[in-house]
Antibody, heavy 120, light 110 residues
């Protein structure tokens, strides 16, 4: 059974940093692309970033490019999102998501999410 | 990348069928068969219902079906049940190697 468990969310001041983690189990982690998707309170889904499997090429949404960094540790079956220069509009539930393939073709499984609140 | 366009809300009575549209461009929906649909109940994570335009994951009811014509994809739910009441989001792969989601559609079962 695929399991994705996010952690690291919390309250941070504007301009601050936060690092999210996602512990994965139940599948061959290194073989799949992994994404972060966020959802602001009461709003829709926004794709944030992806890192491909077996190589780790990264892609980002324009809204976070230059501020967020996605990475993975295949030895620990863990996905990360380093978030710097945080803004109020980054406030959202952040979901870790497993793609259906090594490359970005579509999300198959979602974690339960971790809430990030950017406020002074 | 602009969000895909979905109706804000749809409704139907138990047993009826409804269709939710998802309109993009030739750079996303129209250009690739990587359209997915997700169901999200309040306070829960999204769940994959349709992938690659018209394929159902194992365990998803065959009451859910997907299709695409040009730049518009559609999700049809037949035989509506109370448990189908949820938010539905479409997504598509794009030409810039990103993913774009629709704004979401709230389905109300009357």
């Amino acid at each position: 059974e695929v399991q994705l468990l996010e952690s690291g969310g919390g309250l941070v001041q504007p301009g601050g940093s936060l690092r999210l983690s996602c512990a994965a189990s139940g599948f061959s982690f290194s073989s799949y692309a992994m994404s972060w998707v966020r959802q602001a309170p009461g709003k829709g889904l926004e794709w944030v970033s992806v890192i491909t499997g077996n190589g780790g090429t990264t892609y980002y949404a324009d809204s976070v490019k230059g501020r967020f960094t996605i990475s993975r540790d295949d030895s620990k079956n863990t996905l990360y999102l380093q978030m710097n220069s945080l803004r109020a509009e980054d406030t959202a539930v952040y979901y870790c998501a497993k793609d259906r393939a090594q490359q970005l073709v579509g999300i198959g499984y979602w974690g339960q999410g971790t809430l990030v609140t950017v406020s002074s | 990348q602009s969000a895909l366009t979905q109706p804000a809300s749809v409704s139907g009575s138990p047993g009826q069928s409804i269709t939710i549209s998802c309109t993009g461009t030739s750079s996303d929906v129209g250009g690739y068969n990587y359209v997915s649909w997700y169901q999200q109940h309040p306070g829960k994570a999204p769940k994959l219902m349709i992938f690659d335009v018209s394929n159902r994951p194992s365990g998803v009811s065959n009451r859910f079906s997907g299709s695409k014509s040009g730049n518009t994809a559609s999700l049809t739910i037949s035989g509506l049940q109370a448990e189908d009441e949820a938010d539905y989001f479409c997504s598509s792969y794009t030409s810039t190697i990103t993913v774009v989601f629709g704004g979401g559609t709230k389905l109300t079962v009357l």
